[in-house]
């Protein structure tokens, strides 16, 4: 069974620094991966998905690498603002139709000015 | 701006009482579904719709209807036989490309349900 691990479950950082979010998943066999972004009491908001095929994206200050063999994704945040604060989730798809993705817990940032 | 709205934002139930929670999108994409957060828990999906007057059972359905009559549109009620309703409730859809589904799903603002 797949499952989707997410460490830390929340993370302090002052304003400006260089940052990881980790995403780990048991079973390699996934179509793709989609980073999320959740702010409290909101919605999900797309930031990054990596189809299974490629390594990494990239949107902004934002990086996400994909290393299906060894189960890991991981989430890079450039210079890290106070406004990057929220609740980070990733999930894996299991397939094409989007109807077996599996979520992790999420990673709560919270940068401080 | 296109994107996709629920409604209500809030919404408190008594025990024993149906409730219908609005998902609408004009993203014109076909693949609509139905999840519900829980704190300490991932997101778990209730119900999924492919296509028009078409859907599936997720992994937690039981106590939840959905219908899908128009592309825009896909409600739910969440029943009185839920034994345990209250939840953050998130309608999300993704879109196709050349007849596959692209897998990137995106989500409304949520529905905060609470039964009293």
Redesign the interface.
């Given at each position: 069974k797949q499952e989707?691990t997410q460490i830390p479950a929340a993370l302090s950082v002052p304003e400006g620094e260089n940052l990881v979010l980790n995403c780990s998943f048991t079973d390699s066999a996934i179509?793709?991966l989609?980073w999320?972004r959740q702010d409290p009491?909101?919605?999900?908001?797309?930031l990054l998905?990596i189809?299974s095929s490629q390594r990494e994206q990239t949107s902004g200050r934002l990086n996400a690498s994909l290393d299906k063999s060894s189960g890991r994704s991981t989430l890079y945040i450039a210079a890290s603002q106070p406004g990057d604060s929220a609740t980070y989730?990733c999930?894996v798809?299991l397939n094409?139709?989007?109807?077996a993705?599996?979520?992790?817990?999420?990673t709560t940032l919270s940068v401080s000015s | 701006d296109g994107g996709i709205t629920q409604s209500p934002k809030y919404l408190f139930r008594k025990e024993g009482q149906n409730v219908t929670l609005s998902c609408e999108q004009n993203l014109n994409h076909d693949a609509m579904y139905w999840y519900r957060q829980d704190p300490g828990q991932g997101l778990r999906l209730i119900y999924y719709s492919q296509i028009v007057n078409d859907f599936q059972k997720g992994d937690i359905a039981e106590g939840y209807s959905v219908s899908r009559e128009k592309k825009e549109s896909f409600p739910l009620t969440v029943t009185s036989a839920q034994k345990n309703p209250t939840a953050f409730y998130l309608c999300a859809s993704s879109r196709r490309n050349r007849g596959l589904n692209t897998g990137e799903l995106f989500f409304g603002e949520g529905s905060r349900l609470t039964v009293l």
């Open positions: 989707v179509y793709n989609q999320f009491g909101k919605g999900l908001t797309s998905l189809q989730l999930a798809s094409q139709a989007g109807t993705l599996i979520f992790g817990k999420g | -």
